[in-house]
């Protein structure tokens, strides 16, 4: 994976494992960084020693010492926020193998909260959002183990395995009167960060499922593409970023910086050297200045909500959805002698404007629920028309009506659009209104 390097430090903000910690951003820190010791608290660290020799002498079974270090660092760690942890081995080594984009896994990006396991995002065309799985889903349950008590790592291995191998999820879903057991298979997940289509002539549609290292390259051709169907420049489009649960920071950037000129995309804040930093967009929109709608909901973390945080406070893109995760933070891995290694919260990120996301997430301009659309009932009759009546007057413009336009005979399914998309049914409407009101087709003509 590919990584900004800002004052000695690599800045990402953390890839999607096959079942991954937290959705970023991440800091890498060199092993030279390790800070000065302040005054140690004595009195602390004899508690400490004098609890660990009891534990040694008179617990029920012997400990062993790795063992009763780790699981004191991992309380510690846990004690801080969500997303502070020590990864051993096997973990750390996951993490920096996870980024490039394949690997092992169900496909689904998970934190803790209430002791459980909490759907942050499925991924696109994976085990997890194949079989059901949703964003917000709390995981109780993993086969025949309580996730209760476990630590998230601890959960992260059980669901981790071979591919082909079935593990049974038994998931709370909000709404649902009853735990859902559902059986996911593991596979190799490759993750295709960039989609599109064309959704009627001159609006285009492209998702990015999560933001790897070529993201913004992969846009850049989505869009070339679009053009290319389109047989010229686009009117507007969509950029979908739901459920997206984050990626590498300079791809947030990279993205954010495709459709703004210039100006602030987003700057860290912390304590520590280097934890201070601005990042800046350059001059150039790949839209040449066309509508654009982003959606988002609470599914859309991290880099999700730093692209939607830039576009909104630079009046670039229209937000529409719901409100996003609220992952606000940064962490840095600090690795250790032993080939484990820390992952603490170092600084929070904010949007050009000032705000902090943590915790409160981007609230979208136009607010819109993910709701499903059923067909009311066909009258018996239709409603009569002017054109219905015996002996009407007929238009006297033989021309077609201004405004109207041909689409090559085909006809675009907008019902079927809103019945599997609603919300984007919505953003394809608002996004022909902000053409229309960009670019008036015909002018008002006194008669």
């Not at 459980?116 to 959002?129: E, H, L, M």
């Not at 409100?323 to 250790?336: D, H, M, R």
Request: glycine share 10%.
């Amino acid at each position: 994976m590919s990584t900004v390097i800002r004052g000695g430090l690599m800045l990402t903000l953390g890839a999607v494992l096959g079942v991954s910690l937290s959705a970023g951003p991440y800091v890498w820190a060199d092993l030279t960084d390790a800070p000065e010791s302040g005054d140690l608290p004595y009195d602390e660290l004899r508690t400490f020693t004098d609890v660990l020799d009891r534990i040694k002498r008179d617990y029920v079974e012997e400990v062993d010492d790795r063992h009763l270090l780790e699981d004191a660092i991992r309380g510690m760690l846990s004690g801080l926020d969500p997303h502070s942890t020590y990864l051993d081995e096997d973990a750390f080594r996951d993490l920096q193998a996870g980024t490039s984009g394949e690997f092992g896994g169900l496909g689904i990006e998970v934190g803790l909260e209430d002791g459980f396991i909490k759907v942050i995002a499925p991924i696109d065309d994976t085990p997890a959002q194949r079989a059901g799985v949703k964003q917000g889903d709390l995981i109780i349950r993993l086969d025949d183990t309580p996730v209760k008590g476990l630590s998230l790592n601890e959960a992260i291995q059980l669901m981790r395995g071979k591919p082909a191998t079935e593990i049974v999820l038994t998931i709370v879903r909000e709404g649902e009167d009853k735990p859902l057991q559902i059986s996911v298979v593991r596979d190799i997940i490759q993750v295709k960060s960039v989609r599109n289509r064309l959704l009627e002539p001159g609006f285009g549609y492209v998702r990015i499922t999560q933001f790897q290292s070529k993201t913004a390259l992969n846009l850049n051709q989505a869009i070339s593409e679009l053009q290319e169907q389109n047989d010229g420049s686009l009117k507007g489009l969509i950029l979908d970023l739901r459920n997206n649960p984050g990626g590498v920071l300079n791809a947030a950037v990279e993205i954010s910086d495709a459709f703004l000129d210039e100006g602030l995309v987003v700057y860290t804040e912390g304590r520590g050297d280097g934890s201070q930093q601005n990042f800046r967009a350059t001059p150039g929109d790949v839209m040449q200045g066309a509508p654009l709608v982003v959606l988002v909901n609470g599914g859309s973390a991290s880099a999700s909500e730093i692209v939607a945080g830039a576009l909104q406070d630079h009046r670039r893109g229209i937000i529409m959805g719901e409100a996003t995760f609220g992952k606000g933070s940064v962490q840095t891995i600090l690795p250790l002698m032993n080939g484990t290694a820390v992952k603490l919260t170092t600084a929070r990120y904010y949007t050009p404007s000032g705000r902090s996301i943590q915790a409160a997430g981007i609230v979208p301009d136009i607010e819109l629920e993910s709701l499903q659309l059923t067909q009311a009932d066909a009258p018996g009759l239709n409603f009569l028309k002017e054109a219905d009546l015996p002996d009407h007057l007929s238009n006297a413009d033989e021309e077609a009506l201004p405004g109207v336009e041909e689409t090559d005979g085909e006809a675009v399914d907008t019902l079927s659009l809103a019945r599997s998309d609603y919300q984007l049914y919505e953003a394809l409407n608002l996004l022909k209104g902000l053409n229309l009101l960009q670019n008036p087709q015909t002018p008002i003509q006194e008669g």
